[in-house]
């Protein structure tokens, strides 16, 4: 990935977060079949390897399992908030009219070696933990033990299950760091006035770029 310094992130827990935060992780492989991509919900456990393992489940009718069985490294994506950046934004667009539109946005690329697993525990640990990941800040929680055990045994039977120990994590949060403050003010401004969507993006850009707001 193409790393300016100054877009760098290099602290482990906090490209953790944004996995957590945005678990959708693109699955990238280059086997025998040529370049495949899905969209797969990852979890990330920080203690299982030195810069943590992601663990994931497919379907059985997915081919990339196949391509993950055949690869010695695959590439899992993650995106975080993003947002266009419109000229109009910058103080210095006034000042001298030197300015191009831009896309700020936060994002963690991981490499490992896949394993495929077939282990019945592990993927019924894999879903009752990708559930509550998600459920456990509902009012009413999901389970997956509130459905029939019989129907969970099927739909278990269908997938396979994907552990990736990370051998290599590379952040960058692009947020506007390279613009002067004036500018970096008038995005955090300009972001905050798109709405609710854009709340996540603007605090990046406010927290990375030293910003005080109230």
Not at 49 to 74: F, I, K, M, P, Y
């Amino acid at each position: 990935m193409y790393q300016p310094p100054h877009f760098r992130e290099e602290r482990l827990p906090v490209m953790h977060d944004l996995i957590r935060a945005h678990p959708l992780g693109l699955l990238v492989t280059a086997g025998p079949g040529g370049l495949m991509a899905n969209p797969i919900r990852f979890l990330v456990d920080a203690d299982r390897s030195e810069r943590g393992t992601l663990r994931a489940h497919l379907s059985r009718g997915n081919d990339q399992r196949h391509e993950l069985a055949a690869v010695g490294e695959c590439l899992v994506v993650f995106q975080g908030p993003q947002a266009y950046v419109t000229p109009s934004w910058y103080a210095t667009k006034q000042e001298t009219g030197k300015v191009v539109p831009t896309w700020n946005y936060a994002t963690v690329h991981a490499w490992g070696r896949p394993r495929i697993l077939e282990d019945a525990e592990f993927l019924r640990r894999q879903v009752d933990d990708l559930t509550r990941s998600r459920e456990g800040m509902r009012p009413e929680p999901w389970a997956v033990s509130d459905a029939p055990e019989p129907f969970v045994a099927g739909q278990i039977g269908g997938i396979v299950g994907l552990e990736i120990p990370i051998e290599r994590i590379e952040g960058k949060w692009k947020v506007s760091q390279n613009r002067p403050e004036s500018d970096r003010v008038g995005v955090f401004d300009g972001l905050r006035g798109e709405g609710e969507a854009y709340a996540e993006i603007a605090e990046l850009v406010a927290t990375r770029g030293g910003l005080t707001t109230g």
